[in-house]
């Protein structure tokens, strides 16, 4: 199982990104929108028609051509004989190849049983385990459980985290106890290795061990460090398998790299021999079981790790199951690491961090603590892993001679006992590499080489896969922080907006959305501004943040500018309109900030073009004001209401009839502007004009409501009581109460008497006539009179300036009237 310790990140994973999926890579999607790319030492998918899937390195039991195997699916496909003999063999494949090799017994009494245990449990681990120092703190569960709930959140977080990253089922392990009386014979499958390990009990006269070697037409070719590559043609400097420098390690943990690995032709094979020195095995000073280490590997490593060292191993790189940092005893110590970068990073992400996870296998102190510090090599000579070595490394190799070239210095971790992985910030060299600089990776060195204390980290040739380094990338793609704004309809400016860009951005505002702009703009934020909205309704813009990329800008991200519209308002060219009884049409202009509509209450009233928005207009047609059923007509009342949103404004449209509207002149604005009865002087007019007015009221009885004009005002009598104000004691009217005097005048011929008693009143009792002249002798007035006679109007009767006779001028009621 692989997995990584990220100490940096407090936003928690939510789930795996699997469509982002590399060889080695995995990306997590976190709750805050960030991204984690975890690197893995070896491969954890293998592709499958274009999809990466997990690998699974369970060895599960299957046939191949007839024989038993155990067998692994993705990564290198191992193939491992269910039990060792002659003519079985071991298989992996790589790029198309498939080796195979079979373990060659001198006097063919091979045999020995496959047993799959777990990669804990093989006799190497645990005889080596054994003699480990124990501590003295014991672990129970309630301990265990306590410091659980001390744990911080961030700590929570990490943990849970670290857990996600943890991939299942990377390594495989069978062992064949007793393969050859002495020792057992162990194979460690992992994503791009097939480990070997002859675990060796008791001393021997020699330990050779050799092995039949199939290449698939692969050319081996021995490497300066000990190494055997098989590449594809003989110019060709590109492994697709490596045989791995041997070495070999005691249960005390001493080393010893006296081993020779060869390789011979043997017909249409090869025989690989690994030879241990024997002279080292054998001395008093081993301590059994010693473990002889040569493994089969796939180039396809993310990371790549060694350690030099000074004195009697000091012109060879040490690529063993450790990387080391410090200074033991005798030796000095540093480790060389290469990082392969992520390759499905989005263009214009943003590096929040990277941290390098490294597992401490041992702590070793004498002396003073130290601090283990990581130093970028990017002012270094170039170095590889296989050719490194003390005396060729980069730096100066002197006692803490490396300061002498002032590396630049990552980050610091203090070495403890007690600390189980080491987490170095990396960002600043990652940053770099991924702008394109160089790459040439990353020294591990003790703070003071003077002193003597040093830390063992587990490699990426650990057995254990979950020990294996790894780092982690977190980041945020390109986006912009915020999407959506809202402002009121006031002009207003918001709180700056992020945007995570690692390239040069800008920000384009929709064409039609004049009123929304752009200001503060700085490296990662900016502002918008909006101006007014003086309409009711709202309106949307949109600025899009783009960032450029190969001189194409890219959209990131997206902010949509809703503004509420102000209050709904509505203002009228008139809210009272006076009009003729003949039809009529009347536009009427409407200023508004919102969409509006115009109603009437009134069938009279017909609107048109009723529908509008802002600033416009509609029209009414006012219908003629006919005569009644009892052949009269009347004044009538009508009310338009425009309405937006809440906000409604009325017209109040008044219709004269045919005769009403005479006493009611219309300015040009609509409005009747007929002067009230008490701004005339002449009593003889006032009686008149009331007496007109009347007409339009009920012969006798109280006040009526229909009223054609404003001059009468609130007080309004009949036309019996205008009579007696003016004197006349009696009326009697020769029709129905119900009917007016305007419809009696204007059809029929009325006889009054009419009973008055003045001073200077000669014809008392006389009867009268009430009656309308019209258009007498072609003078083109019409009026009412009163005649002191039957005869109707006579030649000498007057007409006064409002336009009324007075029949008999000898009479006394002018006379009196008159006075």
Known sequence: MDSLSVEETTAKIVSEVTEMREESVKYFLCDDGSYIAATYAAPVHYNENGVWKEIDNTLTLSSKSGETVYSTKGGLNVTIPSELGSGKRFTA?????????????????????????????????????STAEISDEKVTASSMAQKAETLTEKQKVEKFNNEQMTVDKQSGAVVYKGFNQQSDLEYIVTSNSLKENIVVYKPQAEYVYSFDLDSDGLIPVEQPNGSIILVESAVSEEAVFTLDAPYMYDANGAESY?????????????????????????????EFPVVIDPTWSAPNSSIQDVYVINGTFANSPRSNSEIRAGRNLTNIVRSYIKLTLPTNLPIGYSLYYSTLVLKKQNYFKVSKDIDIRAYDCKDAASWSTSSISWNNQPFDNSNNGYLHSKPELLTSVAAKSDL???????????????????NNGIMLASSDESTKTQVDFYSTRTSASENRP??????????????????TYESSTCRAIGVSCGLPWTVEISPDSPWLTVTDLKANTFKLKVDENTLASERVGTATVKMTANGTGIAIGTITVTQFGAEPSVVLDTEHLDVKHTNQTKTITVASNSSWSASSDSSWIEIENGNGIGNSAFRMTIQEN?????????????TVTVQAGTVSKTITVRQFDKVSELFNPINSDGIS??????????????????????AYMPLTGGFSGIAPGLFMEDNIDSAEDVLKDYGIKSVAFNTDKKDTVCHIIGHKQIYADINYNTSDNTNGGNNATLGVYKNVSGSGFEGCFISNDQSGLRSDDAMDSTGMYCG????????????
Do not use: C
């Not at 502007?673 to 009347?694: D, G, I, V």
């Open 93 to 129: 494949t790589n790029g198309g190849y498939t080796i195979s090799f079979g373990v060659k017994s001198i006097d063919n009494s091979l045999s020995a049983q496959a047993k799959v245990v777990e990669t804990d449990a093989l006799p190497s681990v645990v005889k080596m385990n």
């Open 258 to 286: 006296d081993i020779e690995l060869s390789i011979k032709e043997n017909g249409d094979e090869y025989v690989v021999t690994v030879e241990a020195d024997s002279i080292w095995l054998n001395n008093s000073e081993r």
């Open 420 to 438: 189980d992985s080491y987490s170095f910030s990396i960002t600043k060299a990652v940053q770099r590499w991924l702008n394109g600089e160089i």
């Open 470 to 487: 790894g780092f982690v990338i977190s980041y945020q793609p390109p986006h912009v922080a915020r999407q959506v704004w809202n402002p």
């Open 626 to 638: 006919p005569k009644k059923e009892d052949n009269t007509t009347g004044l009538r009342t009508g």
């Open 673 to 694: 502007e007929t002067r009230p009865s008490t701004e005339y002087n002449h009593p003889l007019a006032q009686w008149a004009m009331k007496l007109a007015y009347s």
């Open 808 to 819: 008999g001028y000898s009479g006394s009621i002018w006379n009196t009237l008159s006075s």
